[in-house]
Nanobody, 122 residues
Framework: QVQLVESGGGSVRTGGSLTLSCIASGYTYCMGWFRQVPGKEREGVAF????????WYADSVKGRFTISRDGAKNTLYLQMNSLNVEDTAMYYCAASTRSCARVNPSWTYNAWGQGTQVTVSS
């Protein structure tokens, strides 16, 4: 089972930037980020296929967030720019050790990080 360790969350003001990192202990076929606010459903944010390099973004983050992966370091990144209060959430790294037919559904993923909090204040 792949272990995921996240880092990089924190508190910023509106318009600020943060970069999240997620180190995987083994090979994954696709990885990505979800976020969740208490009382709301988990939301897919951005995903990347290891094999094809295909990238998917939620409409709410397109143009502001950038997902990338360093294969040599088995590390996933999420660069978040122009943050707004609606981006406040617990962010979870997710990975799949199985072939990924689709990168965005949560059922694709069988490994999850512990979560890192992102708080954006006005």
């Amino acid at each position: 089972q792949v272990q995921l360790v996240e880092s990089g969350g924190g508190s910023v003001r509106t318009g600020g930037s943060l970069t999240l990192s997620c180190i995987a202990s083994g090979y994954t076929y696709c990885m990505g980020w979800f976020r969740q606010v208490p009382g709301k459903e988990r939301e897919g944010v951005a995903f990347i296929s290891t094999l094809s390099g295909y990238i998917w973004y939620a409409d709410s983050v397109k143009g502001r967030f950038t997902i990338s992966r360093d294969g040599a370091k088995n590390t996933l990144y999420l660069q978040m720019n122009s943050l707004n209060v609606e981006d406040t959430a617990m962010y979870y790294c997710a990975a799949s050790t199985r072939s990924c037919a689709r990168v965005n559904p949560s059922w694709t993923y069988n490994a999850w990080g512990q979560g890192t909090q992102v708080t954006v204040s006005s």
